[in-house]
């Protein structure tokens, strides 16, 4: 069940990425795109969260549960102002750094296993990201690196607390609260707030609900996923989608830009996931 799932959110979340890139590329509004990922995500798990609802009645809960949602908010922050910069494949190949972060806090902190084919399919991962790194000569794409990698640290940290809130959560609920309290969050934090929504909605109404929907889907399927399945297997089968990204990034962003250190990075990062699902 979990690999299933696993792959549908692997497939909404390319879906996602590359309405995302197309949305906020050209230095769009990274912060309104946040509040719109989040809202859109809040009301999209409603109707499952309101069908199968399953609240903690421990007091640690809901502090951790806040404590998560803080770092939702500027991990987001930081992955969406990185996607002002970066290719959605290159991006993606960045990203594959939080599968070290995660199979370490996986191993160290939850208890999972640690099998030879993990560790080479993770040290595949990273080298995708260090192709990616050295290979960008640009300032703004360094930059651009750098954020994803501060991101990829507070999205294994939160998966590693998902695990905790499991415990007295339900997997839709808890979606549910990880959208709703960002949203609200990014509302009252934002400098003016109802003027640069206002102002996405205007320019980019259509593209931004449909990437955020799909957003709210995919994390919908990625948590039941993870509520079932180790987070390591779960994240690397989503993290081998990057093949489709790029696919992707081709043919709808049409670009197509360093395409050697792209399909490299790409067949690195995909290879790496094969061997850690070759570890089950």
Not at 73 to 98: C, D, H, M, P
Request: aromatic letters at 10%; charged letters at 10%.
């Amino acid at each position: 069940m979990w690999l299933f799932l696993a792959l549908l959110a692997g497939g909404l979340y390319t879906l996602q990425g590359l309405l995302t890139r197309a949305t906020l590329k050209g230095n769009q509004d990274a912060w309104a795109f946040s509040f719109y990922f989040s809202a859109v995500g809040a009301l999209t798990a409603l109707p499952f969260m309101v069908t199968r609802p399953q609240l903690s009645s421990q007091p640690i809960h809901w502090v951790l549960l806040g404590l998560v949602c803080v770092l939702i908010v500027i991990q987001n922050y930081l992955n969406f102002r990185a996607t002002n910069i970066l290719e959605a494949s290159i991006q993606g190949s960045v990203t594959k750094f939080r599968l070290l972060w995660i199979l370490i806090i996986g191993v160290i902190w939850l208890g999972e296993s640690l099998t030879l084919w993990k560790v080479l399919g993770t040290l595949l991962t990273i080298a995708a990201g260090v192709v990616i790194y050295f290979r960008s000569t640009k300032i703004d794409s360094r930059q651009g690196v750098l954020l994803t990698l501060a991101a990829t640290v507070l999205y294994a940290v939160v998966i590693g607390l998902y695990k905790f809130l499991f415990a007295g959560f339900g997997s839709d609920t808890l979606t549910f609260f990880i959208f709703a309290i960002p949203a609200a969050i990014n509302l009252v934090g934002m400098p003016n707030a109802l003027q640069r929504v206002t102002t996405m909605a205007q320019q980019q109404g259509r593209i931004v609900l449909l990437a955020t929907f799909f957003g709210g889907l995919a994390n919908l399927a990625m948590n039941r996923a993870l509520s079932v399945g180790e987070a390591s297997r779960v994240l690397v089968i989503i993290e081998a989608f990057l093949i489709v990204l790029l696919l992707g990034e081709h043919l709808y962003l049409k670009e197509s830009g360093d395409l050697k250190r792209k399909v490299v990075a790409v067949a690195l990062a995909t290879i790496g996931a094969v061997l850690i699902r070759l570890s089950n």
